[in-house]
């Protein structure tokens, strides 16, 4: 007997299961309208004693378009200090959004993040919305 196929899809965002949206992931009102026109919308994570990062993310599109939950985990367990990130380089793989790598750079790393060709552009425009919070530095890498 041959063994079973076994296949794994990642779960889809609750907007697209025609589900409510989580708190949070909602169209800001200041906003701009062209990124609103271009499926685009922000999801803020806050930092302690600081302004929250802006990261853009995409309505449509592939599993690095969106700010998983699990990077939300990982940029705040780094913002505990538990690993000390000054100074140090860091390398994301699949970075998607940016999250965790612009999170580290806030907190002094020399990050490079990487991901497909098609997601540069979203990590470009986080790198940029976010750069006023970075202490150490942050590029993107294809």
Same mark, same amino acid.
């Given at each position: &007997?041959?063994?079973?196929?076994?296949?794994? +899809?990642?779960?889809?965002?609750?907007? %697209? /299961?025609?589900?409510?949206?989580?708190?949070?992931?909602?169209?800001?009102? +200041?906003?701009?309208?062209? &990124?609103?026109?271009?499926?685009?919308?922000?999801?803020?994570?806050? /930092? %302690?004693?600081?302004?929250?990062? %802006?990261? $853009?993310? /995409?309505?449509?599109?592939?599993?690095?378009?969106?700010?998983?939950?699990?990077?939300?985990?990982?940029?705040?367990?780094?913002?505990?200090?538990?690993?000390?990130?000054?100074?140090?380089?860091?390398? $994301?793989?699949?970075?998607?959004?940016?999250?965790?790598?612009?999170?580290?750079?806030?907190?002094?790393?020399?990050?490079?993040?990487?991901?497909?060709? $098609?997601?540069?552009?979203?990590?470009?425009?986080?790198?940029?919305?976010?750069?006023?919070?970075?202490?150490? +530095?942050?590029?993107?890498?294809?």
């Amino acid at each position: &007997m041959a063994p079973a196929a076994i296949s794994f +899809s990642p779960p889809r965002p609750p907007w %697209r /299961r025609g589900g409510a949206p989580e708190v949070g992931r909602g169209r800001a009102a +200041s906003e701009p309208a062209a &990124m609103a026109a271009a499926g685009g919308f922000v999801r803020e994570l806050e /930092r %302690r004693g600081g302004p929250a990062l %802006r990261l $853009e993310q /995409r309505e449509a599109g592939d599993v690095g378009c969106v700010v998983w939950d699990a990077a939300l985990v990982l940029a705040k367990f780094l913002e505990t200090g538990a690993c000390p990130l000054a100074r140090r380089a860091v390398l $994301e793989l699949g970075a998607g959004t940016g999250a965790v790598g612009i999170m580290a750079a806030t907190l002094g790393a020399n990050v490079t993040v990487t991901d497909l060709e $098609e997601l540069q552009e979203l990590l470009l425009v986080n790198i940029e919305n976010n750069k006023h919070l970075v202490t150490g +530095s942050v590029r993107a890498k294809g």
